[in-house]
């Protein structure tokens, strides 16, 4: 099993900006990508962006430009700078792992709230 813990989002005003950062732990080996994923409230689960063990990456369109995601400085963590937030930007965010063929895993998630 592979535990991914959230940390960061919260409350920020248009414009403005936040960072996400996510965690695995557990038997993290045959983990071929990280990414991220946001559901906002009555609207189904979409991709924010996926990061592959080779370093390429898939952004949705929405968020290209504004959001990076990086690797964090200890293994198996990543980060997500979000910039120029936008009311449309609100939903939960989860920290996807990917392993093997067919293993999705998910954190519990943590909100993102953009409002003046």
């Known amino acids: 099993q592979v535990q991914l813990v959230e940390s960061g989002g919260g409350w920020v005003q248009p414009g403005g900006s936040l960072r996400l950062s996510c965690a695995a732990s557990?038997?993290?080996?045959?983990?071929?990508?990280m990414g991220w994923y946001r559901q906002a409230q009555g609207k189904p689960r979409e991709l924010v962006v996926l990061l592959t063990l080779s370093g390429s990456t898939n952004y949705a369109d929405s968020v290209k430009g504004r959001f990076t995601v990086s690797r964090g400085s200890a293994e198996n963590t990543i980060n997500l700078s979000m910039n120029n937030l936008s009311p449309e930007d609100t939903a939960v965010y989860y920290c996807?792992?990917?392993?093997?063929?067919?293993?999705?895993?998910w954190g519990l998630g943590t909100q993102v709230t953009v409002s003046s």
């Open positions: 996807n792992a990917k392993k093997d063929v067919l293993n999705d895993y």
């Open positions: 557990g038997r993290t080996d045959h983990i071929y990508a």
